[in-house]
C-alpha cells in the first residue's frame, strides 16, 4: 500500500495500522533528507499550506512550519489573536476565506474537541488536526511511536506507561490509540482524580503507584498537567502531585532495568519530570522532537498525494 485509506488526519482512531506503517517508512527517509547539508526538497513544490493555530504552540506549530518548508510547500501562518476572529468571524468562514487565496491543506489546532473533523466536513481542504482540546493529538502520538520504534527496534509488545493527568489530555487519547494499534501494551498512572471513568474500556492497565508502574515499563511518558484545562483541583497542592508523581533519579536507580523516558513538551522541570532526568541518556525529549519534523513531512507528503486538482 502507498496511500493513505483517509482523506484527513483527524486522529489516530480512524487509521489503520498499516497507514502507521507507511507514515513511518515515508518518515525514515525524510529523516535522511534533515540530516543531509541540503535538507530540502522540491516535493510539495506547488501546496501551499496554511497553519491556523486558535491555541499556543511552541513544538507543533514550528515542526510543521519547518516540515512544510523542507518540502517547499509555501506556507502562510494564522495565529487566532491577531486575526479577525475576534471580531465575531465563524471558523467555516475563517477558513473559507484563506481557501479562497488557493490554499491546498490545513493544519489547525484548536481548544475545542472536534473542531477539526468539524472542518474537514464543511470546507473543501486537506485538514490535519495539530492538537483539538483534550479530544487528540495525532501527530504527536506518532512522533512519539515513531521514537520508540527508533529506540527499541519495534514498538509491538513494548510495554509503555502513560504518566500523569490523562483525563484533560490529548496526547494520551493519541498515544493509547496508536501503542495499542502498533501492538505495544499501555498502561495509564496517576491520581485516580485525574484517570477518566472510561479508561478501562480503552484496555489499558491503570495504576496508581508511580514504582510499580515503572517497574513494568519499557517505556515512561511523562505528561504535563494541562493547568489551563483544569476547571477544579483534582489534587491537594502541586507539591504533593510531585511527590507522588514526578520522576525523579532515585526512582530510576531502584529498578532492575533501564528504562526510556519520553515527554511531549512543554516540560514543567521538578514537577512531573527532575531536571537531571530530562537531562539524562535515558530521556529521548529532544529525538522526538527531531523526529516530529521528519513525521510531519512524512504526513504531509502523503495527505498532499491525494489532493485532486481541477483540470
Ligand atoms: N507537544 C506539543 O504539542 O507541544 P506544543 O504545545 O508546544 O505544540
Redesign the pocket.
Known sequence: MSKLSVEHLIGIKSLKESDIQLIFETADNFKQVINRPIKKVPTLRDITIANLFF?????????FELAEKRLSADVINFAASSSSVSKGETLVDTVNNILAMKVDMVVM?HPNPGASVFLSQRVNSKIIN??DGAHE?PT?ALLDAYSIREKLNDVNGKKVVIVGDILHSR?AMSNIFCLQKLGAEVMVCGPQTLLPKYIKEMGVKVETNLKKALQWCDVANMLRIQMERLDISYFPSLREYTMQFGLTSKMLDELDKPITIMH???INRGVEISSSIADSEQAIILDQVEN?VAVRMAILYLLAQKIVRPQ
Open positions: 491555541e499556543n504552540s511552541t513544538r507543533t506549530k514550528l515542526s489546532r495539530a492538537g493529538h504527536q496526547v511531549p513538551g512543554p516530529g
